[in-house]
């Protein structure tokens, strides 16, 4: 018989929130039922707190009553791998599959001209959503807009629900958004059918959610696109290493992607490439010891890594992922090649996933993150100089 669940934000706070687990997904808000957890977005620190006041930021009176919501929805919460995997493949992840579990992965892009050329890399993730829209599968999708007119490349949770939608929250930004966060806006308009898009942080919560069994929340997510991910940054990059020391102002900016390198697209046309090393010191706190690289919870886990820039490469998890990627090639919604076309591109998803994975604390409650993950290659040391 399986032990009664009883952890709540009490051991949330102590074990994820405060500890440095927290990666900021959001899902602990969003199922509260007794909205007494919010978000705190501000000056990179993305996380959430508790606001009544009777027992303080690190209690609540609800989950001293038995409520254990917030604990049931975070997907970094003790046990929340191997979980998940029983949940969705009926098995736990095998040590060598360091990118998750998954049925195909191949190489995929829009057909659709706009589509390609206003999405990033392939277009795939925006194709899908404006597809999937389309034939009934979701009613919404939560997605991460541009702030405003766009000029302070400030990234905000938001809802898409037509091809228009969509198309606006292309692109990429490298700071994060809690994507999660624009659930409620999504239901107040009607959805039952929710799409969520996001790194492996937010894409493992609607599972949690579903496999710990929380409630209506996580019966409303019908599909989940994850998004490769080694790290976000925080917003401060902008003012302090792209406008201070390489006079590159946000409001300038006309595209950014990383493909080894930050890279960078002007209004005026010109082109910029930053090392990824000076970036490192903005690196988010929330992603500094996350394990999951390759959205290894998602239906459909998407990434434009590899020797193709215009193609998407595309880790197929789920039946529900299978059967809608199978539908849309069948259609000509989208274009597929075999994955083994670009074998570097699997190569490098699996490195950058045993990178991510050698992150996780071994002070961490459990260790199934680290399974199968071979210790670093110790560095060359430096020849000695000869003798004079």
């Not at 390489?246 to 960078?264: A, T």
């Not at 809608?324 to 597929?336: A, F, R, T, W």
Request: proline share 5%; net charge negative.
């Amino acid at each position: 018989m399986a032990e009664r669940w009883t952890a709540q934000w009490k051991e949330l706070y102590a074990e994820v929130v405060t500890s440095g687990l927290c990666t900021g997904c959001a899902g602990c808000v969003v199922v509260c039922p007794h909205d007494v957890l919010s978000y705190n977005d501000k000056d990179g620190i993305y996380k959430p707190f508790h606001i009544e006041e009777e027992l303080g930021p690190d209690n609540c009176v609800h989950g001293e009553k038995g409520c254990t919501s917030c604990t049931r929805a975070c997907p970094r919460f003790r046990a929340w791998e191997p979980e998940v995997d029983k949940f969705l493949f009926g098995r736990a992840r095998d040590p060598k599959e360091l990118s998750g579990i998954s049925k195909d992965v191949i190489l995929a892009r829009a057909s659709d001209d706009m589509v390609h050329k206003m999405g990033q890399d392939g277009g795939l993730v925006s194709a899908i959503l404006i597809w999937c829209l389309e034939k009934g599968y979701i009613d919404a999708a939560l997605v991460s807009y541009l702030e405003g007119d766009g000029s302070t490349w400030k990234a905000i949770p938001g809802v898409a629900k037509t091809r228009d939608d969509v198309l606006r929250g292309a692109g990429s930004r490298y700071t994060y958004s809690s994507n999660t966060m624009a659930y409620d806006e999504a239901i107040a308009g009607g959805a039952e059918k929710v799409a969520l898009v996001g790194m492996g942080c937010q894409t493992s919560s609607p599972p949690v959610m579903n496999a710990r069994k929380v409630g209506k929340v996580g019966r409303r997510f019908a599909l989940n696109v994850g998004l490769l991910c080694s790290k976000t940054f925080d917003d401060a990059i902008f003012e302090e290493l792209f406008e201070a020391k390489y006079g590159l102002k946000k409001q300038d900016m006309q595209k950014m992607n990383i493909k080894g390198v930050f890279q960078i697209w002007m209004k005026n046309g010109d082109y910029h490439e930053i090392d990824l090393k000076e970036c490192h010191q903005w690196t988010r706190e929330g992603c500094k010891l996350c394990p999951d690289f390759a959205a290894e919870h998602a239906d459909i886990s998407t990434g434009g890594i590899g020797e193709f820039s215009d193609w998407t490469l595309t880790v197929v998890r789920t039946d529900l992922g299978r059967e809608i990627l199978i539908k849309m090639l069948e259609d000509g919604s989208i274009i597929g090649r075999p994955g083994d076309d670009d074998p570097g591109a699997i190569d490098l998803m699996r490195r950058l996933s045993t990178v991510s994975r050698r992150r996780w604390p071994d002070w961490a409650p459990v260790q199934e993150p680290k399974l199968g993950v071979p210790p670093p290659k110790p560095k060359k040391k430096a020849a000695a100089p000869a003798p004079a």
